[in-house]
């Protein structure tokens, strides 16, 4: 008897689930800790400005990763260089940033030709990680080896300049550099998750499984791998309950971190 | 040495007795400059530190303390002027450097143990793992602070006083020649502000290391400082001993900076609030 494990696209969602996961919340234990919760939301905001732009170029909706990256990790950057010159607080750059690109985003669909290859927005909006397709899994794949091997090498540094930039500093760590790269990571693995759980639920992708473990963690190594751990498990339970279901699965992959939650909370370290 | 008077507010003027110029210099800061667009946040600040010696550095808010710690520890980048540490340029000596930042500047609730943060202080990363020989160094610097107890303890959990002896652990750990403190024990109970100020009065003893305590408590000016360096908008107004600079006229002037506590001048009194 065929079972849902046995199905090519069921397959390929488990597994793009399963890494996006796991990176939204390797991302998420340092983006979480620096209080910059709200740039996940921010930049699918910025994303969907991406997206727009490569819409209008004429380019599949397949293949908008490849316009929808460049311009959210320049709106990372961005924020970046607005928060060093700490003229403005994370969430009110991130907040101007996103709402600019969503703006321009919205502008740039009205600007397109009405012969253009047509635009589910529910698919933007919510995701579609049942229609991952071979192609998708590469890039799923590629990004997931370049951010871990990035951050495995820099976590030391990163975890350092996360708890104190000045000490770390003094340290010889270079946390402008560590900073940048964090945010244009952070933009890296949000265009790719959007495709998974959509502009709307991508931030509690990042966001829950980090919070969860931070409950719980004593010390960061601890904290991240049990972040992974989350995201990746609760993405995989999400997507099998989904199946049987028959219901949403982006919706209940965050609906299922947001029971992890849950019990995080009974199990919070006193 | 050059005249000192006290200006009609009475706020210490000049150079007074400074430190025997044949000692051997560990911070030496010769007209230091440090404009930001639109302000001159220091002005052509020169003294020096000889070894061992225990600088207090006061003055009224704004008057460039911040800016000066920032940039002897490469934080900000000067105007002109040089710092030299150990004879050598500041950026090339900073692990002769120990650090203890006002508590407000770290992320006290990340998860880590207070060994996680001298370990990361010694290897100038943070570490996943640690190694038996970095345990016992930890244990013993922290037994030194008086904070043995503090090894495992969550940073989280750990008191305002207890927070600035970790603190004053991880940056005593690489033995440095100078230690660095911002404020230490703005926002600390009485009690740990009491507890921290006796091992300050410890590193003032020491021959070996000298230190820059930023502060406006003057319990601290007081008990600990060998040499008093006032800064008032962004010049070096005085530089002398406690005693010169802690005199009828002067004192009062300091004293406002810490909100008029006069009683503070004697050890066994309360401890005036800091900023």
Redesign the interface.
């Given at each position: 008897m065929e079972t849902m494990f046995d199905l090519p696209f069921m397959q390929r969602a488990l597994i793009a689930g399963a890494v996006v996961g796991g990176l939204c919340a390797m991302i998420g234990v340092f983006v979480v800790?620096?209080g910059l919760s709200f740039i996940g939301d921010g930049l699918a905001h910025a994303a969907f400005g991406g997206i727009a732009l490569g819409l209008l170029l004429g380019v599949s909706l397949e293949r908008m990763t490849w316009v929808a990256l460049p311009f959210t990790v320049m709106i990372a950057l961005g924020i970046g260089y607005v928060l060093r010159r700490g003229s403005l607080r994370g969430d009110v750059a991130t907040g101007v940033f996103s709402a600019i690109s969503f703006a321009l985003g919205v502008l740039l669909l009205g600007l397109r030709s009405n012969d253009g290859p047509q635009v589910n927005v529910e698919t933007v909006l919510f995701g579609s990680i049942l229609a991952i397709s071979p192609e998708d899994l590469i890039t799923v794949g590629v990004v997931g080896v370049a951010t871990s091997l990035l951050l495995a090498f820099t976590?030391?540094?990163l975890?350092?300049a996360?708890?104190?930039p000045?000490?770390a500093?003094?340290?010889?760590?270079k946390v402008a550099a560590l900073d940048y790269m964090l945010l244009a990571l952070t933009a890296v693995v949000i265009v790719v998750a959007v495709k998974t759980v959509g502009i709307a639920l991508v931030s509690s992708f990042v966001v829950i499984p980090a919070a969860t473990a931070?409950m719980v963690?004593?010390?960061?190594?601890?904290?991240a791998l049990l972040a992974i751990a989350i995201g990746m498990i609760g993405s995989t339970i999400g997507l099998i309950l989904s199946y049987h279901a028959n219901v949403a699965s982006g919706a209940t992959i965050i609906l299922t971190l947001g029971a992890v939650f849950g019990l995080g909370l009974l199990f919070k370290k006193k | 040495m050059s005249a000192a008077h006290a200006d009609p507010e009475g706020l210490p003027q000049g150079h007074f007795s400074l430190p025997d110029p044949s000692l051997p210099r560990v911070l030496e800061v010769e007209g230091l400059t440090v404009d930001v667009p639109g302000r001159r946040l220091l002005d052509d600040v020169s003294f020096w530190v000889p070894k061992g010696e225990f600088v207090c550095l006061c003055g009224p808010n704004g008057a460039g303390k911040s800016t000066f710690l920032k940039t002897v520890?490469?934080?900000m980048a000067p105007t002109s002027g040089s710092i030299r540490i150990l004879g050598k340029p500041a950026q090339k000596a900073?692990r002769d450097?120990g650090?203890v930042?006002q508590r407000k500047?770290?992320?006290m609730?990340?998860?880590?143990?207070s060994i996680?943060?001298i370990v990361?202080?010694m290897?100038?990363?943070?570490?996943?793992r640690i190694r038996e020989e970095e345990r016992v160094r930890a244990s013993e610097i922290l037994r030194h602070v008086g904070g043995e107890k503090l090894l495992e303890k969550?940073i989280a959990r750990l008191s305002g006083g207890e927070t600035q002896r970790v603190f004053l652990a991880r940056a005593l750990v690489n033995k440095p020649s100078l230690v660095i403190l911002d404020e230490p024990t703005a926002g600390v109970d009485v009690k740990g502000r009491a507890e921290f100020l006796d091992l300050l009065a410890e590193i003032s003893a020491s021959d070996e290391l000298a230190a820059i305590l930023v502060t406006h408590n003057l319990a601290a000016v007081a008990r600990c400082a060998e040499r008093v360096v006032y800064l008032d908008a962004g010049r070096v107004s005085a530089w002398g001993l406690p005693s010169e600079l802690l005199g009828q006229a002067s004192l009062s002037a300091i004293s406002a900076v810490a909100g008029g506590d006069h009683a503070a001048h004697s050890h066994h009194h309360p401890l005036p609030d800091e900023e």
């Open positions: 800790q620096r976590w030391t540094k975890a350092y996360t708890f104190d000045e000490l500093a003094l340290s010889g760590v931070k963690g004593r010390s960061i190594g601890r904290v | 520890l490469g934080l900073l450097v650090y930042p500047t770290s992320d609730t990340f998860p880590a143990r996680d943060l990361a202080s290897r100038g990363s943070w570490p996943l969550q």
